[in-house]
């Protein structure tokens, strides 16, 4: 089995008077992970929302009964939380009046499991987001050389683990996963009520990684208003679905302010909804394909080392641009994505003039790999 970076974190938390919350997308590998770390035995129990009978008990349960119902119990791991009513109120309970037990938790999306834990764990937790597999694990699992040589097959079918670990099958465990699987939670929640114009936004998204984004467009071409758009974009932001970059300005005045370009947490599942899965010799997307490729994983990276930055991307008026920056200990850091490495790029001028102390770097398959894994 693959041994996540996640687990090292978790790991450090233990015992420690919080509760430790794991949220992700569906598919992601939360409940094996735990499984691996915290197997069920007479000093952990495991709960879950999925089951009838302990969603009743939790649901009603008070502080006594707790106590009697953890007594010898060490660990509690409560699996799929967010469907179970006022879970945060619960989970306080726990934390706050059975300091002996570590409450461990998981919830399929952001926005469920936060809606309800968020104010009453204020303080009282250590949050944790599990993506897709990522380069760095995948690198820990079977070394530097494999994972460069199976790049081009990443780029197309994605780090999913289900995708992962069922070779000759990618397509199709994709498709399952994209036809409904991964939006099960929004559509069971009724934050969307159109699945229609769901998978229409997805794929009108899918087509734009790279590319700068406009709500009143994207509404035109999918059929419902701006304000509609930008809330399903937020749910499936939420969901950990796609994710979306800003436009970095100082207010320099070529600067554009109020931009933003959205990209897919996992290759597979854009190019799985729009049924793209020819090889990289015949493709015509690559350059968007590798962007959304490293600045994804370049996420998971940051997340997994606490790597803490702003993110955004640059561009003035007149279209002169930087893919990818990061702004941490008080710098900025510019970065260029090129899958074809014989092209050169240079940093614009008027950036270059506006922030002289940045600095510049061009990622290509040659080199991303330093890009993507820890500093030793």
């Not at 009978?53 to 939380?81: H, P, W, Y």
């Amino acid at each position: 089995m693959i041994d996540r970076i996640i687990k090292q974190n978790i790991e450090k938390e233990l015992f420690k008077g919080k509760a430790i919350i794991l949220i992700g997308s569906r598919q992601t590998g939360k409940t094996t992970v735990l499984r691996e770390m915290f197997p069920e035995n007479d000093e952990t129990m495991w709960m879950t929302g999925d089951d009838i009978g302990d969603k009743s008990r939790l649901e009603n349960m008070t502080t006594a009964i707790f106590r009697q119902f953890l007594k010898g119990k060490k660990i509690l791991v409560i699996d799929e939380a967010q469907r179970i009513s006022d879970i945060g109120l619960r989970m306080k309970l726990v934390t706050d009046y059975i300091k002996d037990v570590q409450l461990i938790a998981t919830g399929s999306s952001a926005f469920e499991l936060a809606n309800h834990i968020n104010e009453p764990l204020t303080g009282r937790k250590w949050e944790h987001r599990l993506y897709p597999l990522s380069f760095g694990e995948m690198v820990a699992h079977h070394g530097l050389m494999d994972e460069i040589r199976l790049l081009n097959h990443r780029l197309i079918y994605g780090y999913y683990p289900e995708v992962v670990t069922s070779e000759g099958a990618e397509t199709k465990v994709l498709k399952q996963l994209t036809d409904s699987y991964l939006y099960k939670d929004i559509f069971t929640l009724g934050l969307i009520k159109r699945s229609d114009k769901l998978v229409s936004l997805l794929k009108a998204l899918a087509f734009q990684i790279g590319s700068q984004v406009s709500y009143s467009e994207l509404a035109a071409t999918v059929g419902i208003d701006s304000k509609t758009v930008e809330s399903y974009i937020e749910v499936l932001e939420q969901a950990y679905i796609v994710f979306r970059l800003s436009s970095f300005s100082r207010n320099q005045r070529n600067e554009l302010k109020h931009s933003r370009k959205i990209y897919f947490y996992d290759n597979g599942v854009r190019n799985a909804l729009i049924n793209s899965f020819n090889s990289i010799e015949e493709r015509t997307d690559m350059g968007a394909l590798w962007e959304n490729f490293v600045i994804a994983e370049r996420i998971k990276h940051n997340e997994y080392y606490d790597h803490y930055c702003n993110k955004y991307f640059w561009r003035t008026r007149t279209q002169q641009e930087i893919d990818y920056l990061e702004e941490y200990d008080g710098g900025l850091h510019a970065y260029e994505f090129k899958w074809n490495t014989r092209k050169k790029a240079k940093l614009p001028n008027s950036f270059n003039e506006a922030y002289p102390d940045s600095v510049f770097k061009i990622i290509t398959p040659d080199n991303f790999y330093e890009f993507l894994l820890p500093e030793q």
